[in-house]
């Protein structure tokens, strides 16, 4: 018995359609183009409206500086975007993917446009790939394929400007690591928008694989109206010119059935409007649901609770967030130390975190101790959005360091912001 051999690839030529969803998805695209591409370059209170500097482990978004402490910030601005992305798509299935999805929009208003300006219309293109190698064709290649890299190039640098900041990026003031991610990024964007494209949509990206458990009957999908026309016995309104499948980018027939691959781009529902609104008939293809029902459904409630209550835990977090953050631990390995001149020595770290866009001075002082106690502390001056670990030394005169445990407050200020950290002060028998 032998093992059927593995269909090749079928290499998909949409056809260029124009219409409703097209104008629709221009937009979008625009959008999304400008905010992945400008948005880096935005200031604002000095700093990137957007970077997520992993290296320095702290994030910029629009003014506010989050820092390594400001960790549950950024999970909860992550389950933000994952519950935002379930509502939309129970509610309009992967709307998503047809027109904001940077692999969909790249294509759509880049790739394929490069495309026809270098090999031509579709059936140029499709004819010249049947035919052998000229050096006319190798030239309209090697043209397409350089274009390709400068677009990977460009899109790649965009990409990494949100994490390594797209001044220091562009100018040539990032790290070689930083470039050598970069360069490999663009590598990859190049193999996808020369070769593998829709395959992206079908085999790796990892929406398209659980979009069946965000989506149910009453979500929107693109689907041909079966009521309309029964297609494969050529009956109905359907004159089986098949635009609908020539416009699809992602190579298949809508009319056979709501399938896995489509990623709603509305193309085959522009074809068909157009076919058939020559004719002065309506389109047979839908943007709707496949069983038409409410649109808040349990799904959609539990989605929209679940994002309201992060939405008002973020801000509630964000309104009592302090520019002054730290905290205190004693130093490993010590419990306490007796000086040479009798006095007890208690020594700690203490952790400071400066989250303004100002540098600011720290003075540190203790209460709850007896007042000849001494305190040593260097002086605490931070630059904005940095955290610095300081060694504090507290020492009690022999007769006040009693045998036991002395709770006590170490309290850390700015002129206009103070934390007080409760803490403990040892002796021998304490
Ligand atoms: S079936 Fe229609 S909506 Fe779905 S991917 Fe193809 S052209 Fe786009
Ligand atoms: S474009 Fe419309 S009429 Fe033409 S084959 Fe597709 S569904 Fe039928």
Known sequence: MTNAPEPRRTWVYPLEVKGKFQRIHRATGLALQVILVGLPWLLVKGYPAVQFDLTARRAYVLGAIFTAQDTVFLVIMGLLEAFSLFLFTALFGRLWCGFACPQTVYLEEWVRPIETFFEGKRGAR?????????????????????????????????????????????TGHASGGTYAVTLFLGGVMFWDFAWFREQFCNYLCPYARFQGALTDPQSLVVSYQVSLGEPRRGEGACIDCKKCVAACPQGIDIREGFQLECITCGRCIDACDDVLGKKGEEGLIRYTPLVPGPTIRPRTVAYAAILLALLTAFAAMMANRHDLVADISRAPGTLFNIDADGWTRNTYLMRVTNNSHEEAEFDVSVEGLPTDTKLDVSPIKLSPSSTATVPVIVRLSPGEAAARTLPFVVRVANGHDQVLLSTTFKTSEG
Request: hydrophobic share 60%.
């Open 126 to 170: 499709m004819a010249r790939d049947k035919g052998p190698w000229t050096a006319e064709k190798a030239a309209r290649k090697a043209a397409k394929w350089t274009a390709f890299a400068l677009l990977a190039g460009v899109v790649s640098m965009s990409f990494m400007s949100w994490f390594a900041g797209a001044r220091p990026l562009w």
